[in-house]
Each structure stands twice: as C-alpha cells, then as structure tokens.
C-alpha cells in the first residue's frame, strides 16, 4: 500500500502529502518491515539487506526528534501541526497536535524493539532495548496524561471547555493517540484497561459510538 501511495500522481499532487517528519517515519516502518521480513529491495536476508544498526541509529533520531515536535507544542502557537491539519492557538488543540506525534512516536519506539527482537542483533541489543521500552513506558504515560486533559478525566480541568473544540473534534483528533496505547506491547493490562473505559466514557456521554471500541 506504501509503494502505491508513494507512486500515486495526478494533476494536484504527487506522491503523498506528508510533512518530512511524519514522512520519514512511515519510510522507517516500509524499511524496518522489508529488513525484518527479508523481502527489502536486495532481495537478501534481513540482515544482508539493511544493516540493522543503521536503522536503528536513524529510528533512534527520529524518537528524539518526534519528542521534540510534540514538546513544541506544550504551549499553543500560531501554527498549523500535523502534516498541517491541526491548528493549534488553542490549549486543547496543541495538545491534540502533540498527542498525535507522541503517537507516531510511539509506533516507531514498539517499531525499533520489534527490529531488535526479530533479528537478534547482539550489537544493538543492548542499552537500545533498555533505552526504548523506558521511552516507551514515558511516552505511554503522557498520552495518557494529555488523554485527562482533552475530556476532563480524574478529576482534571477540561482544557478549553468554554469556546474550545467541541466533543466531536476531541474525539476525532485523539481517537488515534489512545488506540495507540491500547495496541502496544509496552502498556500494562490495566493500563489498556484505563483507555477502553474512557472510550466507554466518552462515548457514553457523547453518542459518538465511541463506545463500540471497547467490544
């Protein structure tokens, strides 16, 4: 499906229209998978095909470099995030934006150790494994964070409840984020437990069917 997008074009755009970052990352996923599986562009083994260290020193710099997008929207800015589909000059919209990077950020940490695992590289099994499940734990542990403050879960204030987004686009924009958690393999059973029940949550009190995912 990548390969298709990535050669799709027609008379108002070419290829797909993702910001470099998030770009890189769903390049690293193709990579990562073509090395894993053995079927990369070498038609070699995995580990003739792309040297896992290599890809674990570029999957390594994109996790910093997704911590830093999502950080710079700690705050709101007068900016569009997200491949520009996130407007930001609100509390509840930057963290909408932050949140959908930490996702991505996600994927490529769970991404990473699944190059690890698979391939059994002793030279960077090591630090890197330890690294990137303790990433990953922090990571998790902010979406979940931010997932409080977008609905107003455990007591906390909603953010921008008066003249803010409403449910609809709370739900849309922070659908991903919290799916995300409940696929990982580094969030705890009662972790997952905590999201399908927010699911439920806002579903429930919005009629959204939100509530459909927790099935």
Same mark, same amino acid.
């Given at each position: 499906?990548?390969?298709?997008?990535?050669n799709f074009k !027609?008379?108002?755009?070419?290829?797909?229209?993702?910001?470099?970052?998030?770009? /890189?990352?769903?390049?690293?996923?193709?990579?990562?998978?073509?090395?894993?599986?053995?079927?990369?562009?070498?038609?070699?083994?995995? /580990?003739?095909?792309?040297?896992?260290?290599?890809?674990?020193?570029?999957?390594?710099?994109?996790?910093?470099?997704?911590?830093?997008?999502?950080?710079?929207?700690?705050?709101? /800015? !007068?900016?569009?995030?997200?491949?520009?589909?996130?407007?930001?000059?609100?509390?509840?919209?930057?963290?909408?934006?932050?949140?959908?990077?930490?996702?991505?950020?996600?994927?490529?940490i769970e991404l990473?150790?699944?190059?690890?695992?698979?391939?059994?590289?002793?030279?960077?099994?090591?630090?890197?494994?330890?690294?990137?499940?303790?990433?990953?734990?922090?990571?998790? $542990?902010?979406? @979940?964070?931010?997932? @409080?403050?977008?609905?107003?879960?455990?007591?906390?204030?909603?953010?921008?409840?008066?003249?803010?987004?409403?449910?609809?686009?709370?739900?849309?924009?922070?659908?991903?984020p919290m799916t995300?958690?409940?696929?990982? @393999?580094?969030? $705890?059973?009662?972790?997952?437990?905590?999201?399908?029940?927010?699911?439920?949550?806002?579903?429930?009190?919005?009629?959204?069917?939100?509530?459909?995912?927790?099935?």
């Amino acid at each position: 499906l990548w390969t298709q997008v990535t050669n799709f074009k !027609s008379s108002w755009a070419e290829g797909p229209c993702l910001e470099p970052l998030v770009a /890189r990352a769903v390049h690293l996923k193709a990579t990562v998978e073509d090395a894993i599986q053995g079927v990369g562009p070498h038609q070699g083994s995995a /580990r003739e095909s792309v040297p896992a260290t290599n890809l674990m020193e570029s999957g390594l710099t994109l996790v910093d470099e997704l911590k830093s997008a999502a950080d710079l929207y700690s705050t709101p /800015r !007068s900016a569009s995030a997200f491949n520009s589909l996130i407007d930001t000059s609100t509390r509840a919209t930057a963290t909408f934006a932050r949140c959908l990077y930490l996702a991505v950020r996600q994927h490529v940490i769970e991404l990473l150790l699944s190059l690890v695992i698979t391939l059994g590289e002793p030279t960077v099994a090591g630090d890197e494994l330890a690294l990137l499940t303790r990433q990953g734990a922090a990571n998790i $542990e902010a979406i @979940c964070d931010h997932i @409080c403050a977008v609905f107003g879960f455990d007591g906390r204030e909603v953010l921008d409840l008066e003249g803010g987004p409403g449910n609809p686009h709370r739900i849309w924009c922070m659908i991903w984020p919290m799916t995300s958690v409940l696929s990982s @393999c580094l969030a $705890e059973e009662t972790t997952k437990g905590w999201v399908l029940d927010k699911f439920y949550r806002v579903g429930k009190a919005t009629g959204f069917g939100v509530a459909m995912l927790t099935a």
